[in-house]
Structures are given as C-alpha cells and as structure tokens.
C-alpha cells in the first residue's frame, strides 16, 4: 500500500496506540505532533478515535471541514499542523458518536483516502484504545511505518502493553517504542517526584518486549489546564523530545 495518491503526499505515518482507554494517548499524539512541527516539518494528525475524539479541543479546533469535489480539506492548527477529526464534521461537536463498529472503520478509512492531506513529512494517527475491529482496520487499510504504545505505571500493565504489541507485530507494524503517561506528579514546593499509580514498570517492560522507552510523562496541571483550553502548542514542554528525536533520526524522510 502506498502512502501517496493524487490528495496526499505522506511519507511517514506513526500510530499511537494504547491497550486500554484513558491513558493519555491523544496527549501524547498532539505532543509528538507538536514536537515534531517545531523541529521544522510539515505534521498532520488523523483522528481515528471515532467515538473519543479530542485532538481538535486541544488545539481549539472549531471550525467545520470543508468538502470540495476532489475530497474533504483537514483544518489547519495555529502552527499549520493539518487536522482532520470527526468532531469537524459534526454539527454539534458535544453530540455522541453512537455507530455500530463497520461504520466507525468506513469513516476511519475515508479519513485515509478521501481527506486531501497535500504534503505531509509525518502524519500521527490518534488510534482508538484496544485491539478492537476499528485499530484492525487501520492496521490493515493504511500502510504505518511504526505505532507507539502509550502505558500508565498501574498494575496488568504488563499484559495490556504485550496485547498492543502482539497485534502489532501480528501485524508486521514495527514498534518504534513506549512512552509512560502519569508517571509522577512533580511537587511545586519542593520537586520531588510522587509516583501517584505506584513505582514504574516501563523499564522492565521495555527490556522484556527489546523495545525503546521514549518518554515519562507526569501528570502535569499546566498541560492539563492548556489542553481543555485549546492552547496546546502555547506549551513548551519536551517530555517527548526523546521519542522526537528518534522518530526523525530512524523515520527518515526522503
């Protein structure tokens, strides 16, 4: 499968995938976005958790997608990062998403195909959480160059992290690395840090599957407060700048 045809020209896509829900996962996308953007490429995010949507709140996205004859155009953030979400689609962002599962993978894979991305050095993928039919048809329907997995420090961890990565490699999808989300919270009078879900096991985990740890991400109130108000570029925050870092340096773009 190619990346490119008359409406796009991707040449990398990474995946961020979670095991469960409510990890953080589209944080640590509209991180790695952002990241990326100010390191001088050209960034999209396709928003492929149909039912969760949150990529356009964060970056105070508002606007409806517009629809030519040649396809539907992604908005653009205020650092020119191209999105595309169903939430831009929606008359009402705050109306639910109530779609039996092979409707939610159409619009998944018209996202891919009819969305006119132009020219776009890596495109982040907000995945839907699990191993369910919606993250098999993106698998399966758009040619991903790597996935990230995002984890919390909480217990099962193990087992849900291995579900992400067996269906990966199950998959023939590489698995760039993993990043730790609510790592810690970071005292404000004295910095210690606080392992609020218990002592993390991303080091451990990462040795066993032979994959990269890219990143502890605490659980941090300014980045919180800057995404409910749409303002996440504003931040200057470089958890991610490893994963960043090695995204551009092994994801080479031609």
């Known amino acids: 499968m190619s990346h490119n045809n008359e409406k796009r020209a991707i040449k990398k896509v990474i995946g961020i ?41 964060m970056f105070g996205v508002s606007n409806r997608a517009l629809a030519s004859e040649e ?31 092979p409707l939610v993978s159409s619009v998944v894979k018209q996202f891919w195909n009819d969305v006119i991305w132009g020219d776009i050095d890596y ?12 993250v098999l048809t993106v698998f399966q329907t758009i040619p991903l160059d790597g996935i990230i997995v995002v984890t919390t420090p909480q217990d099962l961890v193990h087992m849900i992290v291995r579900k992400a990565y067996n269906m990966a490699k199950k998959m023939r999808v590489p698995v760039l690395g993993i990043v730790e989300n609510m790592s810690y919270v970071k005292c404000p009078h004295c910095s210690e840090k606080i392992e609020v879900f218990g002592k993390s096991h991303i080091e451990d985990i990462a040795k066993t599957l032979d994959i990269e740890v890219f990143g502890r991400m605490p659980i941090d109130p300014v980045l ?24 551009v340096r092994n994801l080479k773009i031609d």
Do not use: H
């Open 17 to 57: 995938v979670s095991g469960k829900g409510g990890v953080g996962k589209s944080l640590v996308t509209s991180s790695l976005a952002v990241l990326t953007r100010k390191k001088g490429y050209k960034v999209g995010i396709l928003d492929a958790d149909i039912t969760g949507p949150s990529i356009p709140k």
């Open 123 to 134: 495109l982040f993928i907000d995945m839907p959480p699990g191993t369910s039919d919606v």
């Open 71 to 101: 396809g539907i155009l992604p908005e653009k953030t205020q650092n020119d990062i191209k999105i595309m979400s169903i939430n831009l689609l929606l008359d009402d962002e705050n109306a639910p998403v109530i779609w039996r599962g």
């Open 224 to 247: 919180a407060e800057a995404c409910d108000k749409g303002e996440v570029e504003k931040l200057d925050r470089d958890y991610l700048a490893q994963a960043v870092d090695y995204i």
